[in-house]
């Protein structure tokens, strides 16, 4: 399993960038959750985790874990990360295993 942080910089929060993480999570067959003070989503349970990632709260100022498990967990991880540092509203903090 893998896994890494991320720390959101923007001021609107993070809800509108739910539905592309949903989309990129899908075209893996690793597990992919989203987790943020002691809550966990499956990204892998569309529509459904869109609003379940949403309703995390995730704020400004806060930090959060994406972690991958499976086959091409590091294929995953590394697609996450990149568009979520193309947007230009996080920051990666570190990769752990």
Same mark, same amino acid.
């Given at each position: 399993?893998?896994e890494?942080n991320?720390? @959101?910089? !923007?001021?609107?929060? *993070?809800a509108?960038h739910?539905?592309? =993480? @949903?989309? !990129?999570?899908?075209? *893996?067959?690793?597990?992919?959750?989203? =987790?943020?003070?002691?809550?966990s989503?499956?990204?892998?349970?569309?529509p459904e985790c869109?609003?379940?990632?949403?309703?995390?709260?995730i704020?400004?100022?806060?930090?959060?874990i994406?972690?991958?498990?499976?086959?091409?967990?590091?294929?995953?991880?590394?697609?996450?990360?990149?568009?979520?540092?193309?947007?230009?509203?996080?920051?990666a903090?570190?990769?752990?295993?």
């Amino acid at each position: 399993m893998l896994e890494k942080n991320f720390y @959101v910089t !923007i001021e609107t929060g *993070f809800a509108r960038h739910a539905a592309g =993480l @949903v989309s !990129i999570a899908g075209s *893996f067959s690793s597990s992919i959750n989203i =987790l943020y003070k002691g809550q966990s989503v499956n990204l892998k349970n569309a529509p459904e985790c869109i609003m379940q990632v949403m309703n995390l709260g995730i704020s400004t100022h806060s930090c959060f874990i994406v972690t991958a498990d499976g086959t091409d967990e590091a294929q995953a991880i590394t697609a996450i990360a990149d568009h979520l540092l193309s947007l230009n509203t996080m920051h990666a903090i570190t990769y752990k295993k």
